[in-house]
């Protein structure tokens, strides 16, 4: 006895029960399924995600094949898993640049890690397949150039930077322009118009991810930042020790009161693993956990205390790169994760559904 094939809009109906974990709603109405064909019993249609770097894109590959292999007469299922990074809304016209998400890492005192989960992060999401740049606005104290191994940028054109490339990841720095021992003695202004340049006079390109390291503190650089760029979100970066957390504190409200939404907290240096398994709390603990807690904003995740880190940041390959099983990196791919879920959610918030794409 023949069965019958199932139609498109049946299949289209069950993944209706197809929920995405972190946006809380069906993958229908998120418009996140395209190109359904039938052939014989095989289905076949695309899911796109909202960031290449999704936290969760097995489990959602996993319960959409599942749904669809319940109607009758579907022997196999084909999925092609592909992504589209939402733009979060806000205009940057004003500097002309296509940017779809801008995200600020920083901290309230210096020596958290706040460059390195910063390069972390940015070339965990060029892995994943996002087009990314690294902006490093730390004028005073330039580091991205050495963690990111680059020494130089590459000739410019007539009218523009263009800028360094490293693992994926487009690079800016003040610290390609001056000598490696030259001090930087400016005052806000001049900040303010190196960091407009590094926004206007650089080519970018279309960027889904722009990942900016704040210097420490709250002065004239995140002003000067949120000024020039309206930011998709910040995170703060600190250590679970007191002291470290005061500052860390500050920085928290200093994105509140620039209207920065505030995507998480980064615990650094958590704790030391010993070789008999036992861990030592150097900076104390959960002190990254409790401050999210206090703020009423996410808490992303923990990373490890971790030599790989160190080794890698000097030598110019960050730990997912030179040492990519490591605890460390592990942790912070899945920080790098965690913040372009939390970005996409927001930007989809104000997103509505357009027609699906059938396959006739």
């Known amino acids: 006895m023949a069965v019958d094939l199932p139609t498109k809009d049946a299949i289209l109906e069950s993944l209706k029960n197809v929920i995405e974990p972190e946006l809380r709603r069906d993958l229908i109405s998120l418009n996140m399924i395209r190109d359904v064909a039938v052939e014989g019993g095989v289905v076949s249609f695309t899911i796109i995600l909202t960031t290449p770097a999704c936290p969760l894109k097995s489990t959602i590959e996993s319960e959409a094949r599942k749904a669809v292999m319940a109607l ?18 806000r205009t940057r016209g004003l500097l002309q640049l296509p940017i779809r998400n801008a995200i600020a890492i920083a901290s309230g005192k210096g020596g958290v890690g706040k460059s390195t989960v910063a390069a972390n992060v940015a070339v965990s999401l060029a892995q994943a397949g996002a087009c990314v740049g690294l902006l490093d606005a730390d004028i005073y104290g330039p580091n991205i150039p050495t963690m990111m191994g680059v020494a130089k940028l590459p000739p410019p054109t007539k009218e523009k930077w263009k800028p360094a490339e490293a693992y994926g990841v487009k690079i800016m720095s003040i610290g390609f322009l001056v000598g490696p021992d030259q001090p930087l003695i400016w005052r806000g202004p001049m900040l303010h118009s190196a960091i407009r340049q590094f926004l206007s006079d650089v080519e970018w390109g279309e960027l889904d991810y722009l990942i900016v390291d704040l210097p420490p503190g709250t002065g004239d650089a995140a002003l000067s930042l949120t000024q020039s760029l309206p930011l998709s979100g910040g995170v703060i970066v600190t250590l679970p020790q007191q002291v470290s957390l005061d500052d860390a504190r500050r920085g928290l409200e200093m994105f509140r009161q620039l209207n920065v939404p505030i995507l998480g907290v980064v615990e650094n240096m958590s704790y030391l693993e010993l070789p008999d398994g036992t861990r030592m709390d150097i900076f104390g603990s959960e002190g990254g956990e409790k401050l999210a807690k206090q703020g009423g904003v996410p808490f992303l995740g923990l990373v490890p205390m971790d030599a790989s880190v160190r080794i890698g940041g000097d030598i110019g390959k960050p730990v997912i790169v030179e040492s990519p099983d490591s605890p460390a990196a592990g942790a912070l791919v899945k920080i790098a994760q965690q913040i372009a879920a939390r970005v996409s959610v927001a930007a989809l918030e104000k997103i509505k559904p357009v027609p699906i794409s059938i396959i006739e």
Do not use: Q, R, W
């Not at 898993?81 to 979060?88: F, R």
């Open 72 to 89: 009758p007469g579907v022997t196999k299922v084909d999925i092609k898993m592909d992504a589209s990074v939402p733009n979060d809304g």
